[in-house]
């Protein structure tokens, strides 16, 4: 049931904001070492729907649908699960009186934190396989040619940055949306309700964790030696923009997470609570 919810819900994320996830990717894989035309949301777009189209814009979806359907189902799956099973001991559950299986902020941050980075290490090559395919540096085929075409060195590439934006993002987004969950008024319709507490925990949880994001693209997408593994990556980041470097593409990934996360966890909360009677 779980499996099948957080399925739907990942297909709908992904398929109406793939345009955001290829944007941000042609951002942040420009390498300003050299000296390279004007670099943003607008002109990068243009360029996009001058050459390509509107369709452009969705390149890479079926790599995308690789990575992000299996992965919110298990996620969402194992994050139930490690929820049930912390929920079993008083270190993770809230003092009485309390719900049954109410987490504490510690509980909750310890089981998305890691249902997050297990499954993100179990589907790393297909997130290496979609962060390729929008990116304008390679021309694969197929997604078949593309995973032969990988060394096996390249699989897990960005999987150390990926856990460090992944395990503070996943573990601080579900503490936000239980609090504020609790705190809407239990009046408002319950799609509601999830879709505000999505969007907002998503908001809060995104900014703090948006380094580690320009620094796994770069890694996963650029070839050159400076971008070989996380602490040369963060150097080069750091020599060529400063600080300033490491939050490119911040309002895309701003604007996808708060969409994607209400998309989510409301189609996901719906689709259970219109299973659940059958």
């Known amino acids: 049931l779980h499996l099948v919810s957080g399925a739907l819900s990942g297909l709908a994320s992904t398929v109406c904001l793939q345009p955001f996830d290829l944007v941000k990717t042609r951002v942040q894989q420009v390498d300003h070492g050299h000296a ?46 490690l929820r049930t099973i912390l929920a079993a001991s008083p270190y993770f559950t809230l003092p009485l009186p309390r719900l049954p299986g109410e987490l ?64 503070p993002y996943a573990g601080l987004f579900v503490v936000f ?39 796994k693209t770069k890694i996963q997408v650029r070839p050159e030696d400076r971008y070989q593994g996380f602490t040369r990556t963060v150097m080069t980041i750091w020599n060529q923009r400063g600080i300033q470097g490491y939050f490119d593409g911040v309002s ?8 994607s996360s209400a998309i989510a966890w409301a189609v996901y909360e719906g689709v259970l609570m219109f299973m659940r009677p059958l």
Do not use: C
């Not at 694969?140 to 150390?160: C, D, I, T, V, W």
């Open 36 to 81: 390279v035309a004007r670099v943003g949301i607008l002109p990068t777009t243009r360029d996009i729907l001058s050459t390509q189209g509107a369709k452009g814009l969705w390149r890479g979806t079926n790599a995308s649908l690789i990575r992000n359907v299996p992965g919110v189902a298990l996620y969402m799956a194992g994050l139930t699960h």
């Open 177 to 215: 949306y239980e609090s504020i969950k609790r705190d809407l008024p239990s009046t408002w319709n319950s799609t509601i309700i999830h879709s505000t507490s999505a969007a907002s925990a998503g908001a809060l949880a995104t900014i703090a964790t948006h380094p580690f994001d320009v620094i």
């Open 104 to 167: 504490s902020a510690q509980g909750n941050l310890l089981a998305g934190a890691t249902a997050r980075v297990t499954v993100g290490f179990v589907l790393n090559p297909f997130s290496v396989l979609k962060a390729r395919f929008e990116s304008n540096m390679y021309a694969y085929p197929s997604l078949f040619q593309a995973l032969r075409g990988m060394k096996r060195a390249e699989l897990f590439r960005g999987f150390l940055a990926s856990s460090l934006r992944d395990a």
């Open 252 to 259: 895309l990934r701003l604007s996808r997470k708060v969409l």
